[in-house]
């Protein structure tokens, strides 16, 4: 930067009112101002959904899930040695056998399938937290049922339901053989990923082995880290000294590609609304261009007094940008502001069984907002440079001569 | 010699029409000259200044400026307008958004001058040009003799060599125009600045030490 150019730059700083908020650079503020805000809004609303469907992914599923490969179920004396080596790695949290089945549960003729879980020890498990009515332990007789299975089945806190098992090694001439077992619902579910919320009932371990008919043993062991993003690195390790006699599959076999979907469809929605600043950069290059007619007497000066023409572009250019990067700046608040609105309305939820979850959140990543202002900025400075392309063709004596 | 102009041609086209503007021009210009070029209007007096200022090219003929041939498409022209010449026009053609002493500040830091010695260098001129008083005004708050002044003091900043003044009071009243007759007069003077200045008021060419008119688009002298 020479000397002329940081005397403007101090000059524009210095003097914003009479260089920086003019009528002619008020809708270029405006307009990039409100893509800006529209982008970054995406953005931050996108990470939030992203953030908390991975959260609640982790938080309701296990992160190393190890079941058996030749039979259905895992007997004790495995169950043990295989907690003996899940326990022996740091940074397991926790790690539980259970029983985790598939069946139907019933209520006045309403039926609707469940997903059954037992825990060897209630203590162990992570699910207490989610627990948004009623209490967390539970006896023999008592469950725990997901918020939107009891509410589709019109049932609440000291409610009875119906869970029903069709035995396939019982069929007769009149069908299925099912087993049933009526328990008294203690708690309600609620963690906030829809397919959970809406099959998920926990009962005791010792009904659970009467209602599947299987006396001993566990289907698989759900193991808890204190960093979930390890899982698949514990996940071979553990597979590997159980010498793959067990499937053991880290959480991410899963759920990977949900999550890759949504990061891909968060930089969809970045290309799409950037479309929107480049629109407002049409409004920059309107903007840019009546500033150089308007300047065109200075320009000339400048020329005459031995500026070069890329040294006059320069001070046209820090002008406009300083008016365009306050723009951008004022447009990450509004995104902001915006995110926050959208997160507090109480009008528009989210689909549970479209989106998975139903909250709209948002979540601030420096990233993002990096990301914004670059991609802000250099388009915007790519239609700034546009217009002041003129200023290389402009011929002094046609200027000095029109004025005369 | 600062300036010596050889057989400057040059043309325009109008439509289908090439009009001759200038058919072998020549001025030599030494230290402490006061030269006044006059003429009839369109006669091609303001295409000599400017291209005598490396604003416009001549289609052919030679120009040197302080010893050196130069091309004013060349980058060099840049450098030399801004180091070795000032110019004055008609309309003072000032900044409307900087202040007088901003306004002078600029030949200096397009120069490469630091703003402190630039803004000193401003203010001793415009003090010397009967303007220490109007040193921070905008140019709209400032009457049309002292822009017109504020304009001369910018064309001095860098100590030019030659200052090219087009029509420099065609555009003042009477009493404006001769306080900066009055003003060149005396910087032509006191500090034997050279100056070429373009009118087309006989009169006031007068007051030059050297005349030329230019008429079919050649120049001689007068007297």
């Given at each position: 930067?020479?000397?002329?150019e940081?005397?403007?730059?101090?000059?524009?700083?210095?003097?914003?009112?009479?260089?920086?908020?003019?009528?002619?650079?008020?809708?270029?503020?405006?307009?990039?101002?409100?893509?800006?805000?529209?982008?970054?809004?995406g953005?931050?609303?996108?990470?939030?959904?992203?953030?908390?469907?991975?959260?609640?992914?982790?938080?309701?599923?296990?992160?190393i899930?190890?079941?058996?490969?030749?039979?259905?179920?895992?007997?004790?004396?495995?169950?043990?040695?295989?907690?003996?080596?899940?326990?022996?790695?740091?940074?397991?949290?926790?790690?539980?056998?259970?029983?985790?089945?598939?069946?139907?549960?019933?209520?006045?003729?309403?039926?609707?399938?469940?997903?059954?879980?037992?825990?060897?020890?209630?203590?162990?498990?992570?699910?207490?937290?989610?627990?948004?009515q009623?209490?967390?332990?539970?006896?023999?007789?008592?469950?725990?049922?997901?918020?939107?299975?009891?509410?589709?089945?019109?049932?609440?806190?000291?409610?009875?339901?119906?869970?029903?098992?069709?035995?396939?090694?019982?069929?007769?001439?009149?069908?299925?053989?099912?087993?049933?077992?009526?328990?008294?619902?203690?708690?309600?579910?609620?963690?906030?990923?829809?397919?959970?919320?809406r099959?998920?009932?926990?009962?005791?371990?010792?009904?659970a082995?009467?209602?599947?008919?299987?006396?001993?043993?566990?289907?698989?062991?759900?193991?808890?880290?204190?960093?979930?993003?390890?899982?698949?690195?514990?996940?071979?390790?553990?597979?590997?000294?159980?010498?793959n006699?067990?499937?053991?599959?880290?959480?991410?076999?899963?759920?990977?590609?949900?999550?890759?979907?949504?990061?891909?469809?968060?930089?969809?929605?970045?290309?799409?609304?950037?479309?929107?600043?480049?629109?407002?950069?049409?409004?920059?290059?309107?903007?840019?261009?009546?500033?150089?007619?308007?300047?065109?007497?200075?320009?000339?000066i400048?020329h005459?007094l031995?500026?070069?023409?890329?040294?006059?572009?320069?001070?046209?250019?820090?002008?406009?940008?300083?008016?365009a990067?306050?723009?951008?700046?004022?447009?990450?608040?509004?995104?902001?502001?915006?995110?926050?609105?959208?997160?507090?309305?109480?009008?528009?939820?989210?689909k549970?069984?479209?989106?998975?979850?139903?909250?709209?959140?948002?979540?601030?990543?420096?990233?993002?907002?990096?990301?914004?202002?670059?991609?802000?900025?250099?388009?915007?400075?790519?239609?700034?440079?546009?217009?002041?392309?003129q200023?290389?063709?402009?011929?002094?004596?046609?200027?000095?001569?029109?004025?005369? | 010699?600062?300036?010596?102009?050889?057989?400057?041609?040059?043309?325009?086209?109008?439509?289908?029409?090439?009009?001759?503007?200038?058919?072998?021009?020549?001025?030599?210009?030494?230290?402490?000259?006061?030269?006044?070029?006059?003429?009839?209007?369109?006669?091609?007096?303001?295409?000599?200044?400017?291209?005598?200022?490396?604003?416009?090219?001549?289609?052919?003929?030679?120009?040197?400026?302080?010893?050196?041939?130069?091309?004013?498409?060349?980058?060099?022209?840049?450098?030399?307008?801004?180091?070795?010449?000032?110019?004055?026009?008609?309309?003072?053609?000032?900044?409307?958004?900087?202040?007088?002493?901003?306004?002078?500040?600029?030949?200096q830091l397009?120069?490469?001058k630091?703003?402190?010695?630039?803004?000193?260098r401003?203010?001793?001129?415009?003090?010397?040009?009967?303007?220490?008083?109007?040193?921070?005004?905008?140019?709209?708050?400032?009457?049309?003799?002292?822009?017109?002044?504020?304009?001369?003091?910018?064309a001095?900043?860098?100590?030019?060599?030659?200052?090219?003044?087009?029509?420099?009071?065609?555009n003042?009243?009477?009493?404006?125009?001769?306080?900066?007759?009055?003003?060149?007069?005396?910087?032509?003077?006191?500090?034997?600045?050279?100056?070429?200045?373009?009118?087309?008021?006989?009169?006031?060419?007068?007051?030059?030490?050297?005349?030329?008119?230019?008429?079919?688009?050649?120049?001689?002298?007068?007297?």
């Amino acid at each position: 930067m020479n000397q002329l150019e940081a005397f403007f730059l101090k000059h524009y700083i210095k003097t914003p009112k009479r260089n920086l908020f003019r009528f002619s650079f008020v809708f270029m503020v405006l307009g990039i101002a409100l893509s800006v805000a529209i982008l970054s809004a995406g953005l931050n609303l996108f990470q939030g959904y992203e953030s908390n469907l991975k959260r609640l992914l982790l938080d309701s599923f296990a992160h190393i899930n190890i079941s058996s490969i030749y039979r259905d179920y895992i007997d004790e004396n495995s169950s043990d040695d295989i907690l003996d080596i899940v326990f022996e790695k740091d940074g397991v949290r926790s790690a539980v056998p259970l029983l985790q089945h598939q069946l139907m549960a019933q209520v006045d003729g309403k039926v609707r399938a469940a997903n059954l879980m037992a825990f060897k020890e209630n203590d162990n498990t992570y699910y207490h937290e989610y627990i948004s009515q009623g209490k967390n332990e539970i006896t023999f007789g008592e469950i725990i049922v997901g918020h939107y299975l009891a509410e589709e089945l019109g049932l609440g806190l000291g409610d009875e339901i119906t869970l029903m098992y069709p035995r396939l090694d019982q069929i007769s001439a009149f069908g299925l053989h099912s087993v049933t077992g009526n328990f008294k619902i203690v708690g309600i579910y609620r963690c906030g990923y829809y397919e959970n919320d809406r099959s998920l009932v926990i009962c005791d371990i010792d009904e659970a082995r009467d209602l599947l008919n299987l006396p001993t043993g566990y289907t698989r062991i759900h193991v808890k880290l204190d960093k979930p993003d390890n899982a698949a690195y514990y996940g071979a390790e553990i597979a590997s000294e159980l010498n793959n006699r067990f499937s053991v599959i880290p959480w991410n076999y899963y759920a990977e590609s949900l999550l890759r979907l949504v990061k891909m469809e968060k930089w969809l929605i970045y290309i799409v609304f950037s479309f929107l600043v480049l629109i407002a950069g049409i409004n920059v290059i309107s903007a840019v261009g009546t500033i150089i007619l308007d300047k065109t007497d200075e320009i000339a000066i400048l020329h005459t007094l031995g500026a070069k023409p890329k040294s006059i572009k320069k001070l046209f250019a820090y002008r406009v940008g300083i008016a365009a990067v306050i723009a951008v700046i004022i447009g990450q608040i509004f995104g902001l502001i915006l995110s926050w609105l959208v997160e507090k309305q109480g009008i528009y939820k989210l689909k549970g069984e479209v989106y998975f979850i139903e909250t709209l959140t948002f979540e601030l990543s420096y990233m993002n907002l990096g990301i914004v202002f670059i991609t802000a900025t250099i388009l915007i400075f790519i239609c700034i440079m546009i217009p002041l392309r003129q200023i290389q063709k402009m011929q002094v004596m046609d200027i000095v001569r029109r004025n005369y | 010699m600062i300036l010596s102009a050889r057989d400057i041609f040059k043309s325009y086209k109008d439509s289908d029409q090439v009009i001759e503007v200038l058919k072998g021009a020549s001025l030599e210009v030494s230290s402490g000259d006061l030269i006044c070029i006059t003429g009839k209007s369109g006669c091609g007096k303001s295409t000599l200044l400017y291209i005598l200022g490396l604003l416009d090219a001549p289609d052919k003929g030679e120009l040197e400026i302080a010893g050196k041939m130069i091309d004013s498409r060349s980058n060099l022209a840049h450098e030399f307008r801004n180091r070795d010449l000032g110019f004055v026009f008609q309309f003072h053609y000032l900044i409307e958004d900087l202040t007088a002493t901003d306004n002078v500040m600029l030949p200096q830091l397009i120069l490469g001058k630091s703003e402190g010695a630039a803004r000193k260098r401003a203010q001793e001129l415009l003090d010397y040009l009967g303007l220490s008083h109007r040193l921070d005004r905008y140019p709209n708050q400032l009457s049309g003799g002292e822009q017109q002044r504020v304009s001369l003091a910018r064309a001095l900043a860098n100590d030019p060599k030659l200052v090219l003044a087009d029509e420099p009071t065609g555009n003042l009243d009477p009493a404006h125009s001769s306080e900066v007759w009055k003003m060149i007069r005396d910087l032509n003077k006191e500090l034997d600045q050279s100056f070429v200045i373009v009118t087309h008021d006989h009169e006031a060419a007068m007051q030059a030490n050297k005349v030329y008119e230019l008429s079919e688009g050649v120049l001689r002298q007068d007297g």
